[in-house]
């Protein structure tokens, strides 16, 4: 079974501070991505990789940058967090290769107070 | 922006009822998957299906795909108390890898 695990299930940080959220995937997958979910907003990609050291911003990458030094791990770091960075991080895997199924890690909830 | 569209946002039936749920997207894809979400956890993948296919079954799953109306609908059938979850379409278009997810449809199975 594909297993997606990310650092924390529940994180609390002050603002300001800077906030390190790390997944690991054991599929060999050369994608990973990192999404932010909000009620009503559903899921908005932040930035993804499609090889080690390779980014691309999605939808929201203000406020975010990522890390991918090893093909397994993708990190996504909060430079100083604010509270309206609060939200539910969701990481995902896939293959380079149509159809692009995602897998998915439990998510993290983060909370910026 | 690219995003599904999905209908209802919010579905409340009763045990062994089917559910019916709706995405609409916006120009041409390669396919459309649908993932379910239980509360507080990440996304599973439940079903694909490829532009060139018009229906797909899965246990009680069954979609369907309209690409002339650029649609696609999830039916749960005999639903359970243990289906209740939030439902997600995800849409991949020809070009990139990217994927587009809808905003979700939140179904509660009353027992």
Known sequence: DVK??????????RTGEKVFLECVQDMDHENMFWYRQ??????RLIYFSYDVK??????????????REKKERF???????????????????????????QYFGPGTRLTVT | SQQGEEDPQALSIQEGENATM???YKTSINNLQWYRQNSGRGLVHLILIRSNEREKHSGRL????DTSKKSSSLLI???RAADTASYFCATVYHT????????????????
């Open chain 1, 4 to 13: 997606v695990t990310q650092s924390s299930r529940y994180l609390v940080k």
């Open chain 1, 38 to 43: 909000d009620p009503g907003l559903g899921l």
């Open chain 2, 96 to 111: 990139g890898n990217q994927f587009y997810f809808g905003t979700g449809t939140s179904l509660t199975v009353i027992p």
């Open chain 1, 75 to 101: 990190s996504l770091i909060l430079e100083s967090a604010s509270t309206n960075q609060t939200s539910m991080y969701l990481c995902a895997s896939s293959y380079s290769r149509l159809p692009y199924e």
């Open chain 2, 62 to 65: 069954r979609v369907t795909l």
């Open chain 2, 22 to 24: 709706n995405c609409s």
């Open chain 1, 54 to 67: 390779m980014k691309e911003k999605g939808d929201i990458p203000e406020g975010y940058s990522v890390s």
């Open chain 2, 77 to 79: 059938t005999a639903s």
